[in-house]
Structures are given as C-alpha cells and as structure tokens.
C-alpha cells in the first residue's frame, strides 16, 4: 500500500512539475483549430518556503490567418510545493498537486501600459548580467553580488523571430531582472480572470496515458 502511494505521489509531483513549467498551446472554448503561444513567461521559485510563481502572457499564433485574431490573455500558475514534498514524505496521499491555475484576458485600461512596459523589457535585453567564467575545471562558478538570496528566476521571452531564455538570481544592478520583477506584477494587475470551462493546454508530454491536452481538470495519477 505505502509503495502505491509513492507511486502515485510521484507521479503528481512531476505533473505539478510540467503545469507549473506550462503547455507549449492553449487552446480557447469552440477555437476550432486556433491556439495560442506564448510571447513572454516570467518564472520564480522562493526558496525559503519552495513556492512557485511562473505567470506568462499568450498570443494568437494560427496559420494561414488574416483575421478574426484571438485575445491574448494571461495565465498565472501558483504551486505551493513544499506542501506535496512534505506529504510524499510523510506517506500521505496526494491527490492532486498544491497547484492553481488562473486565465485572464488583460483588463481594456491596462493593455497600453502593459505593452509599453513589455517593449521596455526587450529593450533592455543588451544589459542582461551574465558573468564570465570559462571553462569550469573543479566545478567553478561565476562570483555574483546576489542582492536577495530568497529567490530565483527565468525568464522567457519571443518576438515572433527570435527568442530568449534567461535563469538568474536576483543580482545587484541587474536592471533586466528588476524590469521584469515589475511586470510581474503588473500582469497580475492586469489579469481579468476568466471561467476555465472549455479551455484546455497541449503539453510535449501527456499528463496522462491517454491525452496530450489537458481541460484543467484533476486527473488520476494511476
């Protein structure tokens, strides 16, 4: 019995894992063969308490399309995964991930401000911090001033062309991580959240045995 408990813990822990890490399409109610991706995805693990924040903004991304374009929207995904580490540990059941997710078009009085904000974080991608090292030959790493050890972050960002990824901790001066520490919370700010009915999200790897796309819905993790 405990065996299938870890089991099954396991598995959860590592569909928590691949909610929190996002689909790579959503797909909105009655779209019919439209989807979204993603254009910019902020991601941060606190450290002190292992909770997870990852909040991405999403776009049309359809082919062979002139018209009829769909609403971004936002989606925020909130994992407080100590809680899962801790009953796994524990040998108590999880169910389902200590995981929420939220979707929301951006609020009509926010949208200006939030696409200004957004080209400022582009702008500032030739002042990313990335501290030389060379070669490592006894697992040698870069001498950072980290400004607050509490918290880690990636992110992720596309203009349809080109693409970036980019994984720090919080660093002195670093006026990139700072820019987008501050449109995370203006995303936030800007969510108008929606009913999730209808809504599903397409992952390289199914969550299940049986389908890639996933309704937001709890799932048995046999």
Do not use: C
């Not at 989807?35 to 062979?64: C, F, P, V």
């Not at 951006?106 to 991608?125: T, Y």
């Not at 880690?152 to 062309?161: A, D, H, L, S, V």
């Amino acid at each position: 019995m405990t065996t299938n408990i870890l089991t099954k813990n396991r598995r959860h822990i590592t569909i928590g894992n691949q909610i929190i890490e996002g689909p790579r399409a959503i797909f909105p109610p009655d779209s019919g063969h439209d989807w979204m991706e993603k254009d910019i995805s902020i991601y941060a693990r606190y450290l002190g308490d292992n909770r997870i924040h990852h909040i991405s903004l999403w776009s049309d991304s359809t082919m062979n399309k002139e018209n009829d374009f769909l609403k971004p929207i936002i989606r925020f995904a909130h994992w407080e995964r100590q809680n899962d580490l801790d009953k796994s540990r524990d040998k108590i059941e999880i169910t389902w991930p200590d995981i929420r997710i939220f979707l929301g078009y951006i609020k009509p009085e926010k949208f200006e401000e939030l696409n200004s904000e957004l080209i400022k974080l582009q702008q500032l991608i030739p002042k990313i911090h990335f501290a030389s090292l060379g070669i490592s030959l006894k697992r040698d790493v870069a001498e950072l001033q980290r400004s607050d050890v509490s918290v880690e972050y990636e992110i992720w960002i596309r203009n349809g062309t080109q693409s970036l990824r980019y994984y720090s901790p919080l660093i002195e001066n670093n006026v990139f991580l700072e820019k987008a520490i501050e449109l995370k919370q203006l995303l936030l700010a800007s969510m108008d959240e929606i009913d999730l009915t209808g809504w599903k999200e397409r992952y390289d790897s199914p969550l299940d045995t049986s389908s890639f796309d996933w309704d937001y819905n709890k799932i048995n993790a046999l």
